[in-house]
């Protein structure tokens, strides 16, 4: 198949408009988990009146800024999380295709960022008190990982990394409950997973700090917000770093 430079930027637009709407639905997905309700029925509807929403309220970024951040029907605001969180799907997803082009490193990449993304928006917003969405979320992304990489990762620095990630968790669960701790050693995990070595001591340090402060009730909080950032410049980084392959005017297979 031909493929040019021309059709590269054509895909890199499709998707960050798929990744909107793939945003719109994660937004779905986190919402309702918290309450333990189905992703698909019923339709959605504004949070505060219960209006069901059609068509033109749901188009991802853009009805959240043409309605102002309001309910088109109660008038009552909407959360900013709307739009942000399709916003940076939406970048996830083109900037993957943007740095790997068609085939299985920008699957196993998008997807494994796309959920590292969706459980830390689950991480802070701090209403899902279960184990099962962080536990797999490491599955996942230990399998897609381990595809999208050249060389064994199944080596002692993976040990080292779950050892660190139960310390953090530990620390961090400190009177807390345990999902505290589940929820703590994901977003430890995840990160050095997917980030290069030379990072580590930083993000060793960094955890292990914000860990120790979560166990006060007036910092919990303030740390949990930094903990979340980084985790978005984590996203970001481990795309930028990723090897690119593409070549163009030319036949891939």
């Known amino acids: 198949m031909l493929y040019t430079e021309s059709m590269h930027w054509f895909f890199t637009v499709f998707f960050f ?11 779905v997905v986190v919402l309702r988990m ?3 309700r189905s992703v698909i029925f019923p339709p959605s509807a504004c949070p505060k009146c219960n209006h069901q929403l059609h068509a033109k309220d749901l188009i991802p970024i853009f009805s959240w800024l043409f309605l102002r951040g309001k309910c088109r029907y109660c008038k009552e605001p909407i959360s900013i999380q709307y739009p942000l969180v399709e916003s940076f ?5 083109c900037f993957s295709f943007f740095k790997t082009g068609p085939g299985l490193p920008f699957i196993c990449l998008a997807s494994g960022m796309a959920i590292w993304f969706v459980v830390s928006t689950i991480f802070i917003r701090g209403e899902v008190l279960k184990h099962q969405p ?4 490491i599955v996942y992304s230990i399998g897609l990982k381990y ?7 199944f080596n002692i620095n993976f040990l080292l990394i779950i050892a660190l990630a139960i310390l953090v968790g530990l620390i961090a669960s400190i009177r807390n409950s345990w999902v505290e701790f589940t929820r703590w050693s994901c977003l430890a995990f995840i990160p050095f997973l997917y980030l290069p070595p030379n990072l580590y001591p930083y993000l060793a340090a960094i955890s292990l700090l914000l860990a120790s402060f979560n166990f006060s009730k007036t910092k919990s909080n303030k740390v949990k917000w930094i903990l979340y950032f980084i985790q978005l410049a984590g996203i970001i980084t481990n795309i930028y770093l990723t090897p690119t392959k593409l070549a163009f005017i030319g036949y891939i297979n």
């Not at 408009?17 to 937004?27: A, E, I, K, M």
């Not at 595809?147 to 990762?153: A, C, H, K, R």
């Open 17 to 27: 408009v798929f990744g909107s709407l793939l945003g719109s639905f994660s937004n």
């Open 34 to 36: 918290a309450i333990s």
């Open 89 to 93: 799907m939406a970048i996830i997803l």
């Open 134 to 137: 962080f536990f797999w979320a």
């Open 147 to 153: 595809f999208l990489s050249e060389t064994n990762i």
